[in-house]
C-alpha cells in the first residue's frame, strides 16, 4: 500500500514542479512567419525587406470610406490633426491631408485630367466668387442662376451645370426625407462624376510598448479614442476602419478568447458526459480527468522549457488531450473489464495493466516516434510540436499505466463495475459481415485519395481570421483596391538607374498591376502641367479672391429664385435641370443652407492651395513617402502591385513567379503566403512519410506480423485520405490552425490501429467482441467532444481547428473499425485457406 | 557726336523703353480697346471693312503664337504645314468675331481701361467695356512681354473665365469628334 501512495506524492511533485516551470517559462509567439525556419529563401528575402523597411509590418492603417472625396477629404484631416497629436504615435501620414501633395496634387494625375479639371474651374470661377461672398440658399440661388444665364447666353456646355443640378437636387432631397448629403464640391466641379465610394488612407506607425503581450496595443488605443473623439456632424460623414497587422493580430486575440467560454463550457459538460458513458462511475470518470488534467500539466511544464511556444506548438494542449484520454479511458475500461469477470480492484488493474502494457507501449513509442519524424522538417512551428508530442506521448503513457493502478490499490471501490447504460457490442458481426464492411470502407477511402489529390495549404494569415472583425473587412476593403492593397512585392536595389529599369521591367508584365520607385513619385509632363496650370492661374486666384462680376443690376431673391425655377423647368431643360426644379419648387427643407456649404470652405482653400504648386523634385517629396521607398542604408525599393485577384492562390503564384521572374530578390506578403504553401506541403509529406516509417518499423519490431502492420497502416492512410478528401470537398484548405490534425490523426490512428490488431489476434470478429473498440469509440468521442466544439468559434483558424479535427477523428474511428478488421481476417483466410471463423 | 545725341533722344523718346512693365501692358490693352472699339463702333464701315480693321488690331495686340500654342497643345503635331497655314490665317478673323459678338454691344460709350496688377510673369490689364444694357462688364486682359514684340495679349477674361481656356477645351471636341478639317471648317466660317 505505501508504494501506489509514493508513486502518487511522487507524480504529485513532479506536477507541481511542472506547474511551477509553466508559471515561470511559458512564452507564446504570435509570429506567424517565424513558423518557418528562417534559412528557408523567401524567409531571407522577407527579413531583408523587413531589416530595410521595418516601418512597412508595424504600419496601423486607418481607412476612411464616404461618398464624396469633400467627406473623405474632411473626415481624413480631422482625423490626422487629431492623430498627430497623440503621443502614443509616433508618424502619420494620409496623402490627402498632406499640404505638400493637396498643393501638388494637379501634377499627379495624367495631363489630360490636368486640362479637363482647370477647364471646369476656370469656367466655374465666377460662381464660385458668387458663392464666396454669399454663402446662403438665395446666395447659392443666384450664382446657379446667373452661371446658367452666362451658358445660356455663351451657348456654352452646360453639362458642368447639369452635375451642379443634379448634386442640388439631391441635397434638397435628402433633407426632405430627413437626411443630410453635404454638397459634394470637388466632385462636381472637378472633372469626376459624382457616385461610388471615395476610400482613403492614414498611415499611422505606433510607438510599440515591447513590455505588452500586444506591442501596438497603446497605438490602437489611442487611435481608438481619437476615432471615437471625433465630432458627431464629421463622424457622420465616413466609415472609418482601422486595419495593419498590428489592428489584424488585436482583433484575431480577441476573436479566438471571445466565444472561448461558451466553447469550453460545452466542451466540459459532453466531455463529462462522454466519460459517464464510458466509465459508468462518475469516480472513475473523475479520475480519469484529474490524470488528464495532470498529464496536460506535465506536459506544458515541458513544453514552456522548450522554449517560446509558436502558433502551432501550443495546439499541443490539444494532442495531448485527445493522446492522454487515449491511453487512460483504455486502461480503465480493461480494469473495468477485468472486475466485471470478477477480479479484485488491484488485481484487475495489474492484469490490465499486464494485457494492455504491451499495446500500450507500443502505442506509445510508435506515436511519438512519429511526432519525433516532424521535428525533420524546415516547418518550425510543427517541428516544435513534434518534440513536444513525442515527450508528451510518453509522459502519458507512463502516468496512466502508474497512476491508475496505484490509484485502484488505494481506493478499490473505483474499480467496481455499475449498470452500463450503453450496451457493449457483445457478439462481433459475422465474416461476411466484416469484409462487406471492409470492402465498403476500401471504396470509400480510394474515392477520398483521388479527391485528396486537390488538397492544399493556405499560408495566407488573413484567411484564419474572423470575417466579420472591422480589421479583416477593412483588409479585404483595400485588398480589392490594386493602390492599396497589402498584397504587393518589394525589390531592393541600389541606384536610381537599377530602380529605374527594374520597375519599367516588371512594368511590362502582365501580372503586374504597377510597379512604382520613389522616381515615380515625380510627376511626368511637368512643363505641360505647370503651363496649363500657369495659364489657369488668374481663374482659379479668382476664384478664391476675386469679386463676383454681376451682369445686371441685383435682384431680390425670389424673384431670382422665380427665373430660375422657370429657366430649369422650361421645356427643353435637362433632365438633371428638371429634377432640380421639381426639388425647389417644392420648397427649402431645414438644413440645405448647411448641406450647400459644408464643405465650401474647404474646397476654395484646396483651390487656393494648387496656386502655389511648382515643379516636384525627388528631394520636394514629403519624408513619410520617401521613408516608404528609400531606406536608411540608401537602398531604393520597387513597389510591385498585383493586377490579379489575389484571394485566388493560383493567380498569386502567377503574381509571384512572374515578379520573381524578373527580380529574383523581390520579397512580400505574396512571396511568404506562397513561399510558406510550398515549404509546409513539402515538410508535411517529409514528416508523415517518416512518420509512417517509423511507426511501422515499430509495428514490426513488435510484432513480427506484417498483417498486423497492414491493419494498423492502412486504415491510417485512409483516414489521412477522407479528411484531405473533406478538406477539398467543403472548402476548407490546411491552414496553420487545422494543421494539427496530421500529428493527431498519425497519434491516435496508429494507437487504434494497434489495440484493434491486438484485440484481433484472435479473429476478426474477437476484436468486436473485446473492449478495444468501445475504447477507441469513448477515447475518440472525448476528443472530439472536448475541441469539436471550436468549430462555432468566430476566428476562422479555430473554428476549422474543430470541424478538421472532428472529420479526422470520425474518419480514424470509421476507417479503423471498416479496414483494420477486415485485412485481419484477409489475413487469417491467406494464412488457413478454407478455414473461416465461426462467426 | 550729332548722331549719338540722336540716338539717345530717340531712345528716351521711346515710350518702350521708358515704360514700366505694367505701364507697357496698360498701353498696348489702350491700343486694343480703343482699335476694337473704332472699328465696332463706326456705323459708315461696311461690314468687310468692320472686320478687316478688328481682325487687324486682334493681330496687333494679341501673341497670336502664342494662342495658337495653347490652343492646339500638343494636337498641333497632327497639322500638315498647309493645315498649319491655314489654321494661323483663320485664327485673327476668328477671335476678331469672337472678341465682336462678347464684346460689341454698348457702343454707345469707350471702353475704358481701370488698373493693372501682376500676375506671376503676366500683368493683368482691368478694363470696363460698355453694354448695351447701359452696365459695364469687367474684363481682364492677360498681358505678357513678348521678346521682340512687346506686351501681347495673351488671354481674355470676364469673371475670371478664361476665353483661351474655353476656346482650348471646344477646339480639342472639334478636333477630337471632327478632325483637323472639320476644327479648319469651323475656323474659317468664323463667329457670326
Known amino acids: 500500500m505505501a508504494a501506489p501512495r509514493r508513486a502518487l506524492l511522487a507524480l504529485g511533485l513532479v506536477t507541481a514542479l511542472a ?73 502619420v501620414f494620409a496623402p490627402s491631408a498632406d499640404p505638400f501633395l493637396i498643393a501638388h496634387g494637379l501634377l499627379y494625375r495624367d495631363t489630360g485630367a490636368v486640362e479637363a479639371a482647370l477647364t471646369a474651374l476656370s469656367g466655374a470661377s465666377n460662381l464660385l466668387a458668387a458663392l464666396r461672398a454669399d454663402q446662403t440658399v438665395d446666395g447659392f440661388l443666384a450664382a446657379v442662376d446667373s452661371a446658367g444665364a452666362l451658358a445660356a447666353g455663351a451657348s456654352a456646355d452646360t453639362g458642368g451645370l447639369d452635375r451642379l443640378y443634379t448634386q442640388a437636387a439631391a441635397v434638397w432631397a435628402a433633407r426632405r426625407s430627413g437626411q443630410a448629403h453635404p454638397f459634394a464640391w470637388s466632385d462636381t466641379l472637378g472633372d469626376t462624376p459624382p457616385g461610388g465610394v471615395v476610400r482613403r488612407v492614414i498611415t499611422v506607425q505606433p510607438r510599440l510598448d515591447p513590455a505588452r503581450l500586444s506591442p501596438a496595443r497603446p497605438a490602437l488605443d489611442a487611435i481608438e479614442t481619437v476615432i471615437a473623439g471625433l465630432d458627431p456632424a464629421t463622424a457622420a460623414l465616413a466609415r472609418v476602419a482601422v486595419t495593419g497587422e498590428p489592428a489584424l493580430r488585436a482583433e484575431e486575440l480577441r476573436s479566438v478568447t471571445s466565444s472561448i467560454g461558451l466553447s469550453f463550457a460545452a466542451s466540459l459538460v459532453l466531455v463529462g458526459l462522454i466519460l459517464w458513458l464510458a466509465m459508468r462511475s462518475a469516480p472513475r470518470a473523475g479520475l480519469s480527468v484529474t490524470l488528464l488534467v495532470v498529464i496536460v500539466a506535465l ?185 492599396l492593397t497589402p498584397y504587393r512585392m518589394s525589390v531592393l536595389v541600389d541606384g536610381a538607374d537599377a530602380a529605374a529599369r527594374t520597375a519599367a521591367a516588371l512594368q511590362a508584365v502582365p501580372e503586374v498591376a504597377r510597379a512604382v520607385w520613389i522616381g515615380d513619385l515625380v510627376p511626368g509632363d511637368q512643363a505641360a502641367k505647370l503651363d496649363l496650370i500657369d495659364l489657369a492661374y488668374p481663374s482659379l486666384e479668382y476664384a478664391v479672391s476675386g469679386v463676383p462680376v454681376t451682369l445686371e443690376a441685383p435682384l431680390p431673391p425670389d424673384a431670382v429664385r422665380a427665373r430660375l425655377l422657370a429657366r430649369l423647368t422650361v421645356p427643353g431643360a435637362s433632365a438633371a435641370a428638371q429634377a432640380f426644379g421639381t426639388e425647389l419648387a417644392r420648397g427649402d427643407p431645414a438644413g440645405v443652407e448647411g448641406d450647400l456649404f459644408t464643405f465650401f470652405p474647404a474646397f476654395v482653400a484646396r483651390i487656393g492651395a ?199 477523428l470520425t474518419a480514424t474511428l470509421v476507417a479503423s473499425f471498416t479496414l483494420t478488421p477486415a485485412i485481419l481476417a484477409l489475413g487469417a483466410r491467406v494464412r488457413r485457406p478454407g478455414r473461416a471463423h465461426p462467426g | 557726336m550729332r548722331a549719338i545725341a540722336a540716338l539717345m533722344l530717340a531712345l528716351f523718346l521711346s515710350p518702350a523703353a521708358a515704360a514700366t512693365p505694367e505701364e507697357a501692358a496698360r498701353a498696348a490693352v489702350e491700343t486694343l480697346v480703343q482699335a476694337t472699339h473704332a472699328a465696332l463702333a463706326d456705323p459708315g464701315l461696311a461690314p468687310a471693312t468692320r472686320t478687316e480693321r478688328l481682325t487687324g488690331a486682334i493681330t496687333d495686340g494679341f501673341a497670336l503664337d502664342l494662342w495658337q500654342r495653347f490652343l492646339l497643345g500638343d494636337a498641333a503635331a497632327g497639322f500638315t504645314p ?33 488698373g493693372t496688377r501682376m500676375v506671376r510673369r503676366d500683368i493683368l490689364v482691368a478694363a470696363r467695356i460698355p453694354r448695351s444694357d447701359g452696365r459695364d462688364l469687367p474684363v481682364e486682359y492677360r498681358v505678357r512681354d513678348i521678346p521682340g514684340a512687346g506686351a501681347r495679349v495673351i488671354d481674355v477674361m470676364v469673371g475670371g473665365t478664361s476665353f483661351l481656356i474655353l476656346e482650348r477645351d471646344e477646339f480639342g471636341a472639334l478636333l477630337r469628334e471632327r478632325g483637323v478639317g472639320g476644327l479648319l471648317t469651323h475656323l474659317e466660317a468664323g463667329i457670326p
Open chain 1, 19 to 91: 506547474i511551477a516551470a509553466t508559471v515561470g517559462l511559458l512564452r507564446v509567439d504570435s509570429d506567424s512567419s517565424r513558423l518557418l525556419s528562417p534559412d528557408l529563401p523567401f524567409q531571407v528575402r522577407a527579413h531583408g525587406l523587413n531589416a530595410a523597411f521595418p516601418d512597412l509590418k508595424t504600419a496601423i492603417l486607418l481607412v476612411v470610406e464616404a461618398p464624396s472625396s469633400d467627406a473623405a477629404d474632411a473626415v481624413t484631416g480631422a482625423l490626422t490633426l487629431a492623430l498627430a497629436a497623440r503621443p502614443e504615435l509616433a508618424e
Open chain 1, 299 to 483: 506536459v506544458t511544464g515541458f513544453a514552456a522549457s522548450v522554449g517560446a511556444l509558436n502558433l502551432i506548438s501550443i495546439a499541443f494542449i490539444v494532442l495531448m488531450t485527445g493522446m492522454g484520454e487515449d491511453f487512460l479511458v483504455h486502461l480503465l475500461l480493461e480494469i473495468e473489464s477485468r472486475a466485471e469477470a470478477g477480479a479484485e480492484a488491484a488485481s484487475a488493474a495489474v492484469q490490465a495493466a499486464g494485457h494492455l502494457g504491451g499495446s500500450m507501449l507500443l502505442a506509445a513509442s510508435t506515436t511519438s516516434a512519429a511526432f519525433f519524424a516532424f521535428t525533420a522538417t524546415d516547418f518550425v512551428g510543427m517541428a516544435q510540436l513534434g518534440l513536444i508530442g513525442g515527450v508528451g506521448v510518453i509522459l502519458a503513457c507512463a502516468v496512466a499505466l502508474t497512476a491508475i493502478p496505484a490509484a485502484m490499490a488505494i481506493w478499490p471501490r473505483l474499480a467496481i463495475p455499475r449498470p452500463r447504460p450503453v450496451a457493449r457490442a457483445g457478439r462481433g458481426p459475422s465474416l461476411r459481415g466484416v469484409m462487406r464492411i471492409g470492402v465498403a470502407g476500401a471504396v470509400v477511402a480510394l474515392i477520398a485519395a483521388v479527391v485528396a489529390r486537390e488538397a492544399r495549404f493556405d499560408a495566407d494569415p488573413i484567411n484564419l481570421r474572423d470575417p466579420d472583425a472591422p480589421s479583416v473587412i477593412a483588409f479585404r476593403q483595400i485588398a480589392a483596391d490594386p493602390g
Open chain 1, 610 to 808: 494648387s496656386l502655389g504648386a511648382g515643379e516636384v523634385t525627388r528631394d520636394a517629396l514629403p519624408s513619410p513617402l520617401a521613408a516608404r521607398f528609400v531606406a536608411a542604408d540608401g537602398r531604393l525599393r520597387v513597389d510591385v502591385t498585383p493586377s490579379g485577384d489575389m484571394g485566388e492562390p493560383a493567380e498569386m503564384a502567377r503574381f509571384v513567379a512572374a515578379v520573381a521572374a524578373v527580380a529574383p530578390g523581390a520579397a512580400g506578403a505574396p512571396d511568404q503566403i506562397v513561399g510558406a504553401a510550398r515549404a509546409v506541403g513539402g515538410a508535411m509529406i517529409l514528416a508523415t512519410t517518416l512518420a509512417a516509417i517509423a511507426a511501422g518499423l515499430l509495428v514490426w519490431i513488435a510484432t513480427r506480423r506484417g498483417i498486423e502492420l497492414v491493419a494498423v497502416m492502412v486504415p491510417l492512410v485512409a483516414a489521412a485520405a477522407i479528411t484531405a478528401a473533406f478538406s477539398v470537398l467543403a472548402g476548407v484548405p490546411f491552414n496553420y490552425a487545422n494543421i494539427i490534425v496530421a500529428p493527431l490523426l498519425i497519434g491516435l490512428g496508429v494507437n487504434s490501429g494497434i489495440y484493434l490488431a491486438h484485440a484481433g489476434r484472435a479473429g476478426a470478429a474477437a476484436a468486436f467482441e473485446s473492449v478495444a473498440p468501445q475504447s477507441i469509440l469513448f477515447s475518440v468521442a472525448t476528443t472530439i467532444a472536448a475541441f469539436g466544439t471550436l468549430g462555432f468559434s468566430d476566428h476562422r483558424g479555430t473554428a476549422s481547428m474543430g470541424i478538421l479535427l472532428t472529420v479526422a
Open chain 2, 82 to 114: 498647309g493645315e498649319l497655314a491655314r489654321f494661323q490665317a483663320a485664327l485673327p478673323r476668328y477671335l476678331a468675331g469672337l472678341y465682336a459678338s462678347r464684346f460689341g454691344k454698348g457702343l454707345d460709350r469707350q471702353p475704358e481701361v481701370t
